[in-house]
């Protein structure tokens, strides 16, 4: 494991400086690099494992510095982040390689003279009967948000909109790399066969509860795979699938997904309505290539991508059957996919629901009569999900709630709305997700 973790500590640097996406950084990281396979999984697991940490190893650090964490070098902290994570969750890891790896880090970035108090500080660590220290379990936040690695602000706003045992669920599914789901492409082949190509290929693959929604792992690049080249199925998280399968889409309707990058509600919306027309719209320009490419991939001939912008559109909708609002918001659904998520300063938990609302309202007013508009977000957070769905029906009395009939396998976790559905990834294995149906009298 020559040089991995060296590679791992430019990778956090990067995000620092770059406050890019993780698995760009990581790809690209990975992408560059000549190590094996068994290195590559190596550097992975301790980028992200810092990442999704990051509160729990500052404090570790804290408790056996005698600098305050704020006096510490950014370049520093990151040494001993990574070596810390190694130490204390890292069975397999000797810890003389991690405390040995960490001076070499030190000394190859020429900070010399904070080669001693790295050394020091971690093998203090090694010696001790706790490596792991908690805070009091009265102050629940803090002990919380150390714990699980989760700023208090978030836990805070969990507790109060669902309660503290489904927010403890929640905490406890933000660790490890989350499941991989793909959908069968309809058009081209059915389940069955896309699993037994798959196999071929020697991916590991299950079914799950809900139909043509399949789990993959063991896939290396999934673009090079046979099966993916043949447009045989797309990525698409299991929740997502589910809200599809809620919008009650018809053969030959016409659909419109406004807030549609990066594709995967669009792709499987045009499968179920391969007569009809599905429009695809999104802002950027890079995004409207990316569906246009994955459309022609899997031979959808029956989506229009454009660009538009759903808060301040310049152009009208075709009045459609359905129209999908899978609006920007908070992602506190999708933490474990992006796990610099919960580090930011501002999520917008706030702000947000005022342009989502603005986003649903401007958007319903092209669902045809007795058609259905859909709402949707990735993230766990009441203000931006059920209060905002409430507020529609309050301001649109042309709306009525459309009771959702669930898939068998997805139950209810917390009390609300029947046109309502809050998924929790502790539930399925599945992002965290929201989603809300109304139709069009």
């Known amino acids: 494991m020559n040089n991995t973790r060296y590679i791992v500590y430019k990778a956090l640097i990067r995000m620092e400086e770059d406050n890019a996406y993780s698995n760009i950084i990581l790809d690209e990281v990975l992408s560059n690099s000549d190590a094996d396979n068994r290195d590559k999984a190596f550097i992975s697991a301790i980028f992200y494992g810092v990442l999704e940490r990051k509160i729990t190893l500052d404090y570790i650090i804290r408790s056996f510095s005698s600098v305050r964490l704020k006096k510490i070098e950014r370049e520093i902290l990151i040494i001993l982040r990574i070596a810390v994570y190694q130490l204390v969750f890292m069975d397999k890891v000797p810890d003389s390689a991690a405390v040995n790896e960490a001076v070499k880090t030190c000394k190859k970035e020429k900070l010399y003279r904070s080669a001693s108090f790295v050394n020091a500080l971690l093998r203090s660590l090694t010696k001790a009967d706790n490596r792991f220290p908690l805070p009091d379990k009265r102050d629940t936040l803090k002990y919380l948000s150390v714990k699980y690695s989760c700023p208090e602000n978030i836990v805070s706003l969990w507790i109060n909109d669902y309660s503290l045992e489904i927010t403890e669920n929640i905490l406890s599914s933000l660790f490890g790399r989350p499941p991989i789901f793909i959908r069968t492409n309809t058009v081209k082949t059915n389940t069955q066969e896309l699993i037994d190509v798959l196999k071929q290929d020697n991916v590991n693959v299950s079914s799950t509860f809900l139909d043509n929604a399949l789990e993959i792992s ?224």
Not at 224 to 248: N, R
Not at 263 to 291: C, E, F, M, P, W
Not at 317 to 326: A, G, T
């Open 218 to 441: 063991g896939t290396g690049s999934i673009t090079s795979l046979d099966a993916y080249k043949k447009g045989l199925f797309h990525v698409q998280d299991l929740s997502s699938q589910i809200c599809c399968e809620l919008a009650c889409v018809k053969n030959g309707d016409i659909v419109s997904d406004v807030c549609a990058a990066p594709g995967g509600k669009t792709l499987n919306l045009a499968q179920r309505t391969i007569d009809g027309t599905v429009y695809s719209y999104d802002i950027y320009d890079h995004k409207i290539k990316l569906i246009t490419s994955s459309a022609q991939r899997l031979g959808l001939h029956n989506i229009t991508a454009s660009i538009r912008n759903a808060a301040a559109p310049q152009t009208e909708l075709n009045l459609s059957d359905v129209v999908l609002c899978d609006v920007p918001c908070s992602g506190l659904g999708v933490i474990r996919r992006k796990p610099e998520i919960r580090y930011k300063e501002e999520l917008g938990v706030d702000a947000l629901p005022e342009l989502q609302l603005e986003i649903l309202e401007t958007s319903s007013e092209y669902v045809k009569r007795g058609g259905v508009l859909i709402y949707s977000t990735c993230t766990l957070n009441k203000k931006e999900n059920n209060i905002n769905a409430s507020l529609f029906l309050e301001r649109s009395s042309d709306f009525e709630p459309l009771p959702l009939v669930l898939p068998s396998g997805v139950e209810r976790t917390i009390d609300e709305a029947e046109n309502c559905i809050t998924m929790f990834p502790s539930q399925n294995g599945s992002d965290g997700f929201f989603t809300a149906a109304f139709r069009r009298k």
